[in-house]
Structure formats: C-alpha cells, structure tokens
C-alpha cells in the first residue's frame, strides 16, 4: 500500500462496514428480538462495540492521517476535508480511555432501566442520581476531550458541530420572542376545536397508503424498508435504510406523518454518496440537517395543501367510510391539527419547538451548576406553564417523558429545533429555486425537490460544517425567522384567517 | 487469568457470538433484504467472515489447548469433550490458508450464479467447470487437513463426524434393498391417487394454524420467532431461534410441514444447554441427528393419526369451507400422500430416501475418479430411472436441481437420510420409553417426547460422536431397518392395507 490516503480509506471503509452491523442489530432489537433474547443481544452488542472501538482506533490511522497531515498540500478540498474528519473522529475515539468508555456503557444501560421503573411509577427522585451520575461523566468525557470548562458545548458539538451553547441560545431567544405570542394567538383560535374524529382505520389500509407515499415521494425501496417498532426511527444507510413506525387505528395521521419523517431522513441517507458512505463525503453533517430533512418532507411539504390535492382523492379510496363525513378542508384541518399537549413526541408542529426550548434551558442550567438535580421536577413544570400555558400533573408528563438523558445524550435536543429552522429556511431557498413546486406536489411530482436537496445538500456530506452549509445553500446566516414566517403562513392561513390583514 | 479452561471459554464465547451476529446477517439476507442492498450485504459478511476467522485461528486458543491438553488427567469427562473439540476445530481452521479460504469463498460465489444461471437456462455444460473445480478445491482441502487420498471421507467428516464413504455405503445399500421394492409396492398402491384436492387456503389463517401447531410442540417463541423466505431454513440459536417457511395458497400442506420440519431444528436449537451454547457441551453433534430431529417432528409425530386426531377439528375451524368435502380420511391420505417427483425437495417421506441414494452414489463416484462431471447428466437420469421409475427431461429437473454443489458442499446430502434413519431409530426407543405416547399426541400434549429428546440427546450437546451417542440413546448400532420398519407400517397401514397379512 504506497496510497496513503488509499489505505486511510480502506481502513475507514471496515470501520463503516462494521458499524453497519452493529447498526443492524439495533434495528432488529427494536423490530424482531424475541422477548427472552434481550440478554444474548446485548452480549452480541457488546462485542461488537468492543470490535468497533479496535477498528476506530487502529493505530495505523493515526500513522496515515500524521503522514497525509505532513502533505496537505498535495490534497484537494475534498480529500483535506475528508483527512479532517477522519482526524476529528480518531481523535475522539483514542481520548477516551476503554475504562471509560465501558463505564458509561454500563452507567447508560443501568439508567436506562431505572428511568424506565421511574416513569412507570412517577417517582422522579429514584431517577435523579442516574442523572446527576451522567452529568459528571459528560463532564469528565469532555474534560479528557480537553474541552475542560465547556462540557455542554462538547456536547452539542457531538451532535452538531460548530454550534455552540451561546449560539444556540441566541438563536432560541429570538425564536421564543416571536413563538411564544404566535403560538397564543392560535392556541386561541384553535381552542374550541375536539379531539380528532378518526376512528377505525384498517391497518393493513393505513400501511397501503403509508408506502404509496413514501415511495412517491422518492423513498428508493430497492435500498430500504420500513417495518414496525414500538417508537419510529430510521437507521441503516443508503445501501439499505430501515425504517420503522407503529400503527394505531385510530391513528392514522401519526403512522402516516412518522412514516413521512423517518422518510426525510431515508432519502437524506439514499442522496448521500455511495462511493464515500465512509468518509467525509458520504457521511451526513450533524443531528441538526439530518432532522431538517425529516421535518421538510413531513411538515413543508406532507403538510401542504399541494401535497393533498394529490393524494386525498387516494386516502379517501383507502378510507371511504371513515372519511365520508369529513370535508376537504376538515381534513387539512386535521393534517394540521393543534392540539397543545405536555408530551413533546405527540406535540403539534405549532407547539415542538417550546417543548426543545424548555429542555434546551435546563440542559444549560444544569451544566451550569445553576440548577440542581433535584429541582428539575419543579423548573420543568414552571416551564410548561410559561411556555405551553399548562402544567403537569406528575412527572412522567413532565421530565419524566423523554429517554435522552438516561443515555447520556445531553445537546441532543436542540438539534430538533435547529432542525425545524433550518428546514424553514432551505424551504424559503428551495421554492425560490423551484417556483413550480406546489403544482408539482399537486400532480404527485416530488422529484424536482428531492433533486434539490440531493445537490445543494446530500452531495455535500460532511464536507461543510452545518452553519457553513446552511449559508451556502441558503445565501445566509442560519435564522428563527424563516420558521416564525413559514408557521405563520400556514397556520394563520388555517387558524387566524379573519385576522389574516393584521 | 490463571484458569486455562475458563480463559479457553472466555475466547469460545467470544468466537460464537461473533458467528451469531454473521448467522443474524444471513437470516436478515434471506428474510429482509432490499433488493439491490446485495452487494452491501456480501460487504458485510465477508467483514464478519474475516471477523471470525481471526477469532478462530487466536493464536491463545492453540496455547490454551496444548496446556490444557498436558493436564487432561486432571480434567473431568466433560472438560475433556470440551478440549477434544475446541482441538479438532482449531486445527481445521488453522489448517487452511487464508488465500484458500478466500479463494473457496470466492470460487462459491461465481458458482451460486453460474447455478442459477444454468438452472434457468437448463444449460449443464456452462456450469459443469464450476463443479469440477470445486471437487480441486475439495481435494486440495482433504490435503490441508491431512487426509490426502480420502477426500469424500473428509468432506462427509465435516457434516457428521465419524461417518466415513464405506460405512454410509454399507447403510444406504441394506437401505436401498429393502426401500425399492416397499416403494414400488406403494407406487403401484397409489398410482390412482390424483393430484392434491386443496385449494385456497388464506395465508393468514395458514399462518395462524401452523403458529399455533408449533408452539404446541414446544416451540419456545419467547426465544425464538417464523418468517417467510424463499425457502424455508433455521437459523440463530437457542438463544434466539429464526425459522422460517414460506405460503402458497394451494399448498398449505407445504408451509405446515416445512414449519413442523424447521420447528424440529429449532426445538434441538433450544433443547442445547444455554450456558455451554460456545463449546462442546451445548453445540449440535451434526447434520445427520440436526435433521433427525427435525425430522421426527415433521414425520414421526406431524403426519401421525394421534396428531390429526388433537390437530384436525382446529384446522377444519380454520378452513371450514376448503374442507368441507374432504373427509377424515381423505385428509389424513393427503397428510402422507404419496406422490414421485423428480425433485428432491418436493418429494414424499416414501421417496424421499431414494434421492439421496442417487447423491451420494453420484458424489462417491465423482471423487472416487470412476465419473467424469461432464458425463453427470446421464448417469443422474439412469439412476433416476433406476431408483424412482422416471427419466427427467431436461437438466433443471436432473442434475441442476440442487445448489449444494454450488457452495462445494459435497458429503451433505447423505446426512437428510443418516437423519431419516435416527429418527425412526429413536422414535422405536422413545415409545418403548413413552408407551402412551399416542393418547398424549392426541390430547395436544407433546411434552413427555419433547422431554425425552432433551434429556436422551440435546442435553449432550457434541459430547459422543453421533454414531455413539445413536447407540447410547437407542441400544444398539445405527441401522436402517428401522427406518423400513416405520415407513412400512405408517404407508402399509394407508396404502396396502388389503395386502397387510403378506
């Protein structure tokens, strides 16, 4: 091997290829694993984490990246940044020593089980030593990853690097500023409006529908399936993405709109490119671009009134009789539905992003020692009343709800939001770029924009960190604005149509 | 560690659950795979493959087995067993040079295509190259691992240790002697029987039927699950069992049954003790008692009166209208129906033998020099005539019909019949043991045989070699009379009843 950056490759190739496996043995944990085969799956996982971890840190990528490091020169913009990335990542990975990285394994799995029991029971303070345990490894973690005082921006920087705690809350406080009345003057309008009135749509029809529409909207399924898991998520690559989502009857619109998210990121992990799935140039960018695809093909476009005109002459096929009193404009309504609700996961398009704001505010505090462990039960409900206006009744529809923290994964929920606005903005760009989107979306042609986000976006990989990738695509610096404007569009054009000349 | 034994297993471990993750690849493969994520697959186990290999050939398992080797008078019976076996595995494995086990792998590999292709295209001759290099690579193997002149020997060795070409000779001529003219007898007893009157079985009420079926038997699917793939197989291990089967409307004989056959493996799979599943005390003995037990469950037990007698009012529930006109009897006939066929895997219990008498004379044959591979297709089609009264037409339902070849497993086809002869052999033991074995079959209970095969043979895990452990279990040596004994009673009594008193 006289290559270095040949071999460098061939190296970062058997640690993707290895990856995948693992990769593939959690989505058969959520999907098939028998119930009494948990434990020889966990054995399974174990090893072959052990097995990843020798391959990440081979010392022979240490040696190639040092020597095409001394070379730069020589290298083009795409292989610097690939020797970047993969320097980052090797750094990363020999940091951190194997005792440490088998402690909070074991920390995370212990965690994970007690805020299961503690969800299950509302009893917050048997959690809260889970947490505080975490919070020191994360800080030890970046400390050994010399991030020394700055353990929350190490943490984001997992997720999306290139943000920061101080960016982020810039970004936030002026998507609150503009949110928080916004979200009140149509929590107002939609007030009177029930429960939803689907009832009764056969599965074996909602999973019919559901594969129409992804498939139309470029989901490849000669590369990739979806099946069912308790919580939808999409894993794999685009050699072959598997993605899930559950089924409920009375339902419909959630099995559907799961299925449209996990498809954003499908098609995000199809439109990278093959040849590179193992570096820089193949690999996604961050947290935060991966979910602005998930939420464009949900919300932007799955949301739209372009998209229905396509596809409710279908839906109606599918659901003749539970649909045959329900009028088109009901059922945009529905597909738009705001319903505010304490549990982030079931919560509107309206509300979500002051469910990542609340977290995002205590995550902060917390690192910052200005909040204690066991105060969070009470913060967290006087957060619920000033951002969404109610309070939780016990904590398992408080902090209780999500399973982030038991992992470990703090700076993970701001990705979410930065998601949700850099989806906007792209969306702002993309309908500038394509002026005839809504009468495609309206003929069933959603291949002009799934090209768009393969060139402007996909074909980038890795290669540009997310900021500087939003200001290539976009034309500018990554902003709220764009989200508060796209959420008063659409739901002002639903809810607050009377005031619409405000 | 100062335990050689406990570190041997620490690295036994290590090695089996390496091959269960490349055992979840290849169920996945079969059951799951999109399309055009082959190639991304084939990527994936050939990484595992590489995995497993050097877990294999770890220099530390050699060193602890010579230790444990210079104190085996210290080591009880079991321990022993355990040592003898990691030996002989370690010394196969690293027997073989890496260069030829890839070229192995990938001579296999152009050859499954070349099957297929030419099973397609009824074309012998643009496969026959890949045969005879294959039987090269067989022979250069036999040298490798020291036994030069007896090439079919070993590749028998590697199904079903302690067999040899002369002894299964020896089995299969008493066999064929006594089979030929039972099978004409019944042939000419059943030549008025038309074809199967069953039609438009729904496949979820199939699904459901045979779920329940094998979960009566003692199918654990706590641990285990049944999914559909082109042809039905086990897989996994008793940790986490993964059958499969596969459902055609007017077949519902054939799901049932091939479910019944891989819930036989399964049922051994799960009968191994969990604790020693990486060493000899909780690994399968071969093919030949694998097939024997799956064996039991489809034909000794699955196509019994006693069973029909629990199983028949729940299937006419399932299928009341496709059963309508079909009388007890008629149903039980179609339960054993006879009826030649020149393929193998289609074929009834009656016939089923004979084909694998033509393989292994064929195979025999062709490493003792005396057949050319060029001159397969005739001497095939003589023997066909020879063993079951009819010449194929062409080649596809000739010679082409099997893929093992194509993988160079030469020496396994005599395990399906070694299988069929331990089978009838235990069974004779087991209802001497379980003398109300009927009554039991009859009111759904199948615990006490289910029982009796843990504790007479999956509890032995690789202990005794199988013609050993045959004796130990039944009391005498391995013969086919009772294999004729049983087909001559379960058949005689449908089809020759008239002639009974001959």
Excluded at 73 to 97: H, W
């Amino acid at each position: 091997m006289s290559d270095p950056f040949a071999r460098l490759n061939t190296l970062l190739k058997h640690q993707h290829v290895i990856d995948s496996v693992d990769g593939l043995l959690g989505w058969d944990e959520q999907v098939n694993l028998p119930p009494e085969s948990a434990d020889f799956r966990a054995e399974q996982m174990a090893t072959m984490a052990k097995i990843s971890h020798a391959a990440a840190c081979d010392p022979e990528v240490g040696k190639l990246l040092t020597e095409l490091e001394s070379q730069v020169d020589a290298l083009d913009e795409d292989r610097r940044a690939v020797v970047r990335e993969a320097r980052k990542d090797y750094d990363e990975v020999t940091r951190l020593p194997e005792e440490f990285v088998e402690e909070k394994a074991r920390h995370s799995s212990a965690a994970y089980h007690a805020w299961h029991e503690a969800r299950a029971a509302r009893d917050f303070p048997a959690y809260a030593p889970f947490i505080t345990k975490h919070i020191e490894l994360a800080k030890k973690e970046a400390d050994l990853q010399g991030w020394g005082d700055r353990p929350y921006d190490y943490m984001i920087d997992q997720h999306d690097p290139g943000f920061t705690a101080a960016k982020i809350d810039a970004l936030f406080a002026e998507l609150k500023a503009g949110l928080v009345p916004l979200v009140r003057e149509i929590d107002a309008a939609s007030a009177n409006d029930g429960p939803s009135p689907f009832r009764g749509f056969p599965i074996g029809k909602q999973r019919e529908f559901l594969e129409e529409v992804t498939a139309k909207l470029g989901f490849n399924y000669q590369r990739g399936r979806i099946d069912v898991s308790a919580h939808p998520f999409c894993s794999g690559n685009g050699a072959d993405v598997r993605m899930t989502t559950r089924f409920q009857e009375d339902e419909p619109m959630d099995s559907l709109f799961s299925s449209i998210h996990e498809t954003g990121h499908g098609l995000y992990e199809q439109g990278l490119r093959r040849e590179f799935h193992h570096n820089a140039l193949g690999e996604h960018v961050g947290m935060a671009v991966h979910e602005s695809q998930s939420r464009m093909w949900e919300n932007q476009v799955g949301r739209s009134r372009a998209f229905w005109r396509f596809f409710e002459p279908r839906f109606r096929e599918c659901f003749h009789e539970q649909l045959k009193d329900v009028s088109s404009e009901k059922l945009y309504r529905e597909v738009n539905a705001v319903r505010p609700t304490l549990i982030r996961v079931d919560s509107d398009e309206v509300h979500y992003n002051l469910h990542i704001i609340l977290r995002f505010e205590i995550e902060q505090a917390l690192f910052a020692g200005t909040l204690a462990v066991t105060d969070l039960p009470g913060v967290w409900n006087d957060k619920c009343e000033e951002l969404l206006g109610r309070r939780p009744q016990h904590d398992s529809e408080g902090v209780l709800q999500d399973v982030h923290w038991s992992g470990g994964a703090f700076g993970y929920f701001p990705s979410y939001c930065l998601g949700n606005m850099i989806a906007a903005q792209n969306w702002v760009k993309a309908r500038e770029a394509l002026p005839d989107l809504d009468a495609e979306f309206a003929r069933g042609d959603f291949s002009s924009l799934l090209d768009w986000t393969r060139r402007e976006i996909h074909h980038h990989g890795r290669k540009y960190p997310t900021l500087e990738l939003v200001e290539r695509v976009t034309g500018r610096a990554l902003s709220p604005q764009p989200l508060l404007a796209y959420l008063r569009e659409r739901y002002g054009e639903i809810y607050l149509q009377s005031r619409g000349a405000d």
